[in-house]
């Protein structure tokens, strides 16, 4: 095999994993992608004298490029230096997992054996991948049934790392299927692994789909109301007088609210003048939505904010803290949603997962000196301040726990399940996806919501600044969902739910067993390695 057949063949990589991408891709597909990967590594496995020690990842990160430009090139449309340094060191990371893969599997099983160690090695690198400061989870393999939740309802037990198993172990099964095609293998041999192809694609599918039809929530209705304003990110967010905001979610809310309304939830950021935490009173906007909802006595208000909070003296002051400019005293800047209900009192929570780059300056505990010369790229200087536990807030008569997820959070399942862990029957998303415009990048992050939904079987209320606002249930259906670019304001009941699912309540124990047995096995390769280099040498 050429050099150039074996760049195609990561190129159809690339392309049918692209293919297999929500939300318009067809997932069957992702249990092929990854085959023309495995006959890269094979081929240069057999013929390494042919081929140098990084030789694996020289050929798959093509397809791997490809893959990212492919279903996250709208990240360009925020960011054109972070959008290329989230392509070209993501499809390094990957390449690196499958060159690590190769060496282990080489040097502990030979040629023939040791595929397995293929989905340790890849789940480990998405559960680091979920939680280093440069985190850049969206192509977690798992993700790719998020426009089919219906196919993944064991999600619940496994969380989206199941899905990643899934994928990768039929992959090899699959992959072996086609050797022995190809080699001639014996008939008994490839009724085997077909068979075992088989049982591994449709029982799951059948136990997920069986699962679908018979389950059922129990009833305990909430209505809730969901705005969407359609601020432009780019042209009005930061130019319309903060009031106008807050009166526009306002105005869409009072075309459907009623006694009998349990929230109305507004988008991320939608209060935009500087709201301190030690005089929340001192916010027009704050006043103004209590105004709107003193009409409406058990109407809760959950809205997206920029609130700072000033140290005082005898305070610890946190590593994200900024010094005043003109004095001297220090400043934290969080991402923020409010709970605002008829007691008089202001709840907050703080968003904890941080987007990379924009909200956060990575390592800051080390490269915090660094924010001296950051460049203001739209987004907040330097690293905002978050909070260390899912908040849950209790509705004023004590009969419900929600809880409110800020954006990029909802892409993490265990980080998610902690909210229905600590108490949340219902979890509301607030989010401003119109930063990537009519891309991929809003729908894709739109559709995880419904694997969230089928982990914590928690329904969803999505509050966009512009699409897609929507209920979702906890089987991961779409009740309703607004179209994009438009100001929409919809409402629904959906059911709270107290249950914990066995995922909430162990979260990503997949990847952790993967994570040790793939440092093990590591340990074990570059342990024979060492030994047999010795041996080379004493000979």
Not at 144 to 171: C, D, I, K, M, R
Not at 250 to 264: G, P, Q, R, W, Y
Not at 292 to 318: H, M, N, R, V
Request: glycine residues 6%.
């Amino acid at each position: 095999m050429s050099k150039r057949q074996l760049l195609l063949l990561s190129l159809l990589s690339g392309l049918i994993l692209s293919l297999a991408w929500p939300r318009d891709g067809f997932p069957v597909l992702m249990f092929l992608g990854f085959i023309p990967f495995l006959l890269i590594e094979d081929y240069i496995s057999r013929h390494r004298e042919n081929f140098h020690r990084f030789a694996v990842m020289v050929y798959t990160y093509p397809g791997f490029l490809l893959w990212n430009v492919l279903t996250t090139f709208w990240i360009w449309n925020s960011t054109e230096i972070g959008s290329l340094g989230a392509f070209l060191a993501n499809a390094f990371f990957m390449a690196l997992i499958f060159n690590l893969y190769s060496y282990t599997k080489r040097h502990i099983y030979g040629k023939n054996h040791g595929y397995f160690i293929l989905p340790f090695y890849w789940i480990s690198f998405e559960y680091w991948h979920l939680n280093w400061d440069m985190s850049w989870p969206w192509l977690n393999l798992g993700n790719a049934f998020a426009s089919y939740p219906s196919w993944v309802q064991w999600y619940e037990f496994t969380g989206a790392f199941g899905g990643t198993l899934w994928v990768l172990v039929l992959n090899i099964l699959l992959y072996r299927l086609i050797l022995l095609g190809w080699n001639k293998g014996l008939l008994k041999d490839k009724v085997i692994w077909g068979t075992a192809s088989g049982l591994l694609f449709f029982v799951p599918l059948a136990i997920s789909l069986y699962t679908y039809n018979s389950y059922e929530e129990v009833p305990r209705p909430v209505e809730v109301i969901v705005t969407q304003a359609n601020i432009n990110p780019y042209t009005e967010q930061y130019t319309l007088p903060p009031r106008e905001v807050v009166d526009r979610n306002i105005k869409l809310a009072s075309e459907m609210v009623t006694d009998e309304t349990d929230f109305v939830v507004s988008p991320e950021s939608s209060i935009q003048e500087p709201i301190w935490e030690h005089n929340y009173n001192a916010s027009p906007s704050l006043r103004e939505i209590r105004r709107f909802i003193a009409d409406y006595p058990k109407l809760t208000f959950i809205i997206g904010a920029s609130t700072f909070k000033e140290y005082f003296e005898g305070e610890e002051i946190s590593y994200t803290a900024r010094k005043f400019r003109d004095a001297d005293g220090y400043y934290d800047a969080y991402n923020t949603v409010f709970f605002i209900d008829n007691t008089g009192e202001y709840e907050v929570y703080h968003k904890s997962k941080l987007t990379p780059g924009v909200e956060k300056m990575p390592f800051p505990q080390y490269l915090g000196f660094l924010e001296n010369f950051a460049i203001d790229l739209g987004g907040t200087v330097g690293s905002l301040g978050t909070d260390d536990i899912r908040k849950v807030f209790v509705s004023p008569d004590d009969s419900l726990r929600v809880s409110a997820v800020i954006c990029y959070e909802s892409v993490y399942g265990e980080f998610f399940a902690g909210f229905a862990r600590n108490g949340a029957e219902l979890i509301f998303i607030v989010t401003n996806d119109g930063w990537w415009g009519s891309t991929p990048g809003h729908r894709q992050h739109f559709s995880y919501a419904r694997l969230r939904a089928v982990e914590t079987r928690r329904s969803i209320a999505r509050s966009a600044n512009t699409g897609i606002s929507a209920f979702i249930n906890q089987r991961g259906d779409v009740l309703q969902e607004s179209d994009y670019w438009v100001p929409a304001v919809l409402k629904d009941t959906i059911n709270a739910n107290d249950s914990i699912t066995f995922y909430s309540k162990y979260g990503d124990y997949l990847a952790r067993i993967s994570a040790f047995v793939a440092v093990l096995l590591l340990l074990i390769a570059i342990s024979i390695s060492l030994r047999n280099r010795k041996k080379l040498t004493v000979g």
